[in-house]
């Protein structure tokens, strides 16, 4: 199975603060790469896939970049509404697999 | 954007067999891009995908899983708008949140999308 290894597990930060997630996969995803937004009590929704696309309603503040096996997310602008637990996903081949999460508080 | 919405029963003993549903509205079920799946999420292990079916009856299964699970399309609904899953041999490690998702599939991109909102799950004597 391709292990996907996020850092940090937990971030403090503040509304306007500019964050980033890594993200890295123990081999070659070329751009098999999305990233998911959790909020509490709520199913993970889909943020950014192929590494930086996105489908409509998602804010301009989150873009992701990478290739191969390291990736970032990176908010521009932290917003309220953006304190969360983000989790990285591979889906280059199966089982799909997923990192441990990226819990940012504030 | 379809909705789904998972059921089925919320605690289980152990050895029992999990059996959910997960009914699609809103959206199309057919289509050669769109596979209908789970995928739980427990403290101890993360978010884990189970599996997903095509229209077509077509599964793929998590191979750590893969001896228990069986997906299937309800092919009693006229618009092919139901897909289950069935987990045998339930132990407290089963404990968890299920959802069922949509996975897309196009050229050179695969998601998840959207997610039910969720079941709990739990396995207790």
């Known amino acids: 199975d391709i292990q996907m290894t996020q850092s940090p597990s937990s971030l403090s930060a503040s509304v306007g603060d500019r964050v980033t997630i890594t993200c890295r996969a123990s081999?070659?995803?070329?751009?098999?790469l999305n990233w998911y937004q959790q909020k509490p009590g709520k199913a993970p929704k889909l943020l950014i896939y192929s590494v930086s696309s996105f489908l409509s309603g998602v804010p301009s503040r989150f873009s992701g970049s990478g290739s191969g096996t390291d990736f970032t997310l990176t908010i521009s602008s932290l917003q309220p509404e953006d304190f969360a637990t983000y989790y990285c996903?591979?889906?280059?081949?199966?089982?799909?697999?997923f990192g441990g999460g990226t819990k940012v508080e504030i | 954007q379809p909705q789904l919405q998972e059921s089925g029963p919320g605690l289980l003993k152990p050895s029992e067999t999990l059996s959910l549903t997960c009914n699609v509205s809103g959206g199309p079920f057919i289509s050669s891009s769109y596979y209908w799946g789970w995928i739980r999420q427990s403290p101890g292990k993360g978010l884990e995908w189970i599996g997903n079916?095509?229209?077509?009856?077509?599964?793929?299964?998590?191979p750590s899983l893969k001896s228990r699970v069986t997906i299937s399309v309800d092919t009693s609904e006229k618009d092919f708008s139901q897909f289950s899953l069935k987990l045998t041999s339930m132990t407290a490690a089963d404990t968890a949140i299920y959802y069922c998702?949509?996975?897309?599939?196009?050229?050179?991109?695969?998601?998840?999308?959207?997610w039910g909102q969720g079941i709990l799950v739990s396995v207790s004597s």
């Open positions: 081999q070659n995803i070329r751009s098999f």
């Open positions: 998702v949509r996975r897309v599939i196009v050229t050179g991109a695969i998601w998840f999308d959207p």
């Open positions: 079916i095509h229209y077509s009856g077509s599964a793929d299964y998590n």
């Open positions: 996903q591979q889906t280059y081949t199966d089982p799909i697999t």
